[in-house]
Structures are given as structure tokens and as C-alpha cells.
Nanobody
Framework: QVRVEESGGGPVRAGGPLRLSCRAA?????????VGWFRQAPGKEREFVSN????????RYADSVKGRFTISRDNTRALVYLQMNNLKPDDTATYYC????????????????????WGQGTQVTVSP
């Protein structure tokens, strides 16, 4: 069983930073799973934000966050991070971390359907 847990959300003023963390708990194989971040604002569909391959070499970003967000991972600690800088009110959403099934594909997916294991989400609220 893969248990995914996000942390690090909260309120922030526009232009400020936040760092989200994702831990795939209780699994020794968490270090070799592709991981993605998604977000969902009220009344909107869940959308892709960023992903990272299990080796940490392949990363991808949504156009809306490119240049502001950075995804990284520390496989020794089974953690994936999403550093968010220059936040905007449009970034307000619940952010979800998700892990793909094994074996890991060469390129992580960008659709929620590509991911089997999801966290409960962490709220990010950006005020003007």
C-alpha cells in the first residue's frame, strides 16, 4: 500500500514563496516512482502542475508555472519538493501529490489518470 502525504501549504501574499513536500510513506519502493503535482481550484478541474522522474532527471512544468516553480526530489528521504516562487492569486488551489505505479515509465505522465496513488491535498491560498 502506497500512502502519499503532502505538507507545506498555507496562506501567502502575492509574490511570496512556499515549499510543498510530498512523502510516499511506508514503501521502500517510493524512491523509484515517478511523482507528479496537481492542483484543483474550486469549481475547476484538477490540473497538472509539475512532475519528476524517479531518477530526478526528467522534469516537466505546466506553462502557467514555468519559471516560478521548481520540482526536486531526495530519494534518500523519499521526499519530493515543489518550490513555488512569485506566487500569484491564480495559484490558489488545493495541491495534490501523486505517485505512478511501477515499473516507472521513462517519462512521467501529465494526466491525473496516469497516477494511482494520491495524497489528501494541501491548501495554498495566495492573497493579493
Amino acid at each position: 500500500q502506497v500512502r502519499v502525504e503532502e505538507s507545506g501549504g498555507g496562506p501567502v501574499r502575492a509574490g511570496g514563496p512556499l515549499r510543498l513536500s510530498c512523502r510516499a510513506a511506508a514503501v521502500s519502493i517510493s524512491s523509484n516512482r515517478n511523482v507528479g503535482w496537481f492542483r484543483q481550484a474550486p469549481g475547476k478541474e484538477r490540473e497538472f502542475v509539475s512532475n519528476i522522474g524517479w531518477r530526478g532527471a526528467n522534469t516537466r512544468y505546466a506553462d502557467s508555472v514555468k519559471g516560478r516553480f521548481t520540482i526536486s526530489r531526495d530519494n534518500t528521504r523519499a521526499l519530493v519538493y515543489l518550490q513555488m516562487n512569485n506566487l500569484k492569486p491564480d495559484d490558489t488551489a488545493t495541491y495534490y501529490c501523486a505517485a505512478e505505479r511501477l515499473p516507472a515509465r521513462p517519462q512521467p505522465g501529465t494526466s491525473p489518470h496516469d497516477y494511482d496513488y494520491w495524497g489528501q491535498g494541501t491548501q495554498v491560498t495566495v492573497s493579493p
